[in-house]
T-cell receptor, first 115, second 110 residues
Framework: GENVEQHPSTLSVQEGDSAVIKCTYS??????FPWYKQELGKRPQLIID?????GEKKDQRIAVTLNKTAKHFSLHITETQPEDSAVYFC??????????????FGKGTSLLVTP | DAGVTQSPTHLIKTRGQQVTLRCSPK?????VSWYQQALGQGPQFIFQ???????QRGNFPDRFSGHQFPNYSSELNVNALLLGDSALYLC?????????FGPGTRLTVL
């Protein structure tokens, strides 16, 4: 099955700096890669996703890049703010009607943005 | 639209007992998945229901079972509870690829 590894496990940055979180996956057939943000005691919330036919996607201060050959994808947050502090999870899945849509999550990165 | 809802919010059980958790999907969603999130870990896929049938299952024992009703809501049942079953249980409903999570049920097994 799919195995997703995520690094680093903790990340501390100063407000205004950039943060980068990296994930690798094992199943080359995986074709959908979402990122979730989970604040303490709350549900995971989808913040951005990318499909395997796209190399990069950007939404305001957040961007995701995908390297299919190397089987890794990354989350980039620019101009970080204290409210970006949370645990971020990457996930990978082979998404089609036959295989289902079970998300395989990384172990998470705890991001702390200090003012 | 209330989004994905789950009940109860918190639950305390003792070892050996059975528990039932409930989930109502987001309006318009027909597929429901259940995940277990242990403290400090990422969510782990339990199983997925579509058209009232279990379509996909993760690496969880048969003590974990589920059901989906005609209105797409779902239940997760866990029998013979173990201390290690203590976790946040998340329900997610899906449209296309995007999965939206409910607030979860925090289960504590004593």
């Amino acid at each position: 099955g799919e195995n997703v590894e995520q690094h680093p496990s903790t990340l501390s940055v100063q407000e205004g700096d950039s943060a980068v979180i990296k994930c690798t996956y094992s199943d080359s057939a995986s074709n959908y890669f979402p990122w979730y943000k989970q604040e303490l005691g709350k549900r995971p919330q989808l913040i951005i996703d990318i499909r395997s036919n796209v190399g990069e996607k950007k939404d305001q201060r957040i961007a995701v890049t995908l390297n299919k050959t190397a089987k890794h994808f990354s989350l980039h947050i620019t101009e970080t703010q204290p409210e970006d502090s949370a645990v971020y999870f990457c996930a990978a899945v082979l998404s089609n009607s036959n295989s289902g849509y079970a998300l395989n999550f990384g172990k998470g990165t705890s991001l702390l943005v200090t003012p | 639209d209330a989004g994905v809802t789950q009940s109860p919010t918190h639950l305390i059980k003792t070892r050996g007992q059975q528990v039932t958790l409930r989930c109502s999907p987001k309006s318009g969603h027909d597929t429901v998945s259940w995940y277990q999130q242990a403290l400090g870990q990422g969510p782990q896929f339990i199983f997925q229901y579509y058209e009232e049938e279990e379509r996909q299952r993760g690496n969880f024992p048969d003590r974990f079972s589920g059901h989906q009703f005609p209105n797409y809501s779902s239940e997760l049942n866990v029998n013979a509870l173990l201390l290690g079953d203590s976790a946040l249980y998340l329900c997610a409903s899906r449209t296309y690829n995007e999965q939206f999570f409910g607030p979860g049920t925090r289960l504590t097994v004593l």
